[in-house]
């Protein structure tokens, strides 16, 4: 069954997802930030983040080289900002943690999404963040089927808001 989509642009025409856990906020921090937790869903780190820069590999694709990672602001434990990549289409990603005494939300911002990559983008994050909460909650990461469940199952829900991207354009 494919999960149902929480995809949305806010005002400024950001791409926003959320996910709900029944945790700290210390918790969903750790899963984003150390890399042994954060490998379990989405990618591994190295290097120096006290720098502001790492190297990323991800552990859900077939990737075989690392990639830059740019930390552009860290708040702990309630803001990271990053940049994936260096070349001029780089990804920005905001993660904000906010804590309502035994439930987490994690929204997560992909700032100035590009149009085109809206319908493939949104599903690809949706995955990451279902990834993570079955990390966080005793589930297999790996029961998601990026594939059977999310693109191009989820492109229908995505299309319209890169129309509406489009339209501000």
Sequence with gaps: MTPRPTGRLDPSGHLVLTRTLRTS???VWAALTDSDRLGRWYGTWS???ASGRVELLMTAED????????IRRCDPPRHLALTLGTAADAWRVDLDVEDYGGTTVL????RYPDP???ESVGPGWEYYLD??????????PDA????RDYHPAMSGHYRPLAEQLRARD
């Design 63 to 70: 990737w075989d080289q690392p990639e830059p990672l740019l």
């Design 107 to 110: 929204q997560l911002t992909h």
């Design 116 to 118: 085109d990559e809206v």
């Design 25 to 27: 906020a210390e918790e």
């Design 144 to 147: 998601a089927d990026f594939a």
């Design 47 to 49: 290097g120096d983040p």
């Design 131 to 140: 990834r993570f909460v079955a990390a966080e909650t005793g589930g297999d």
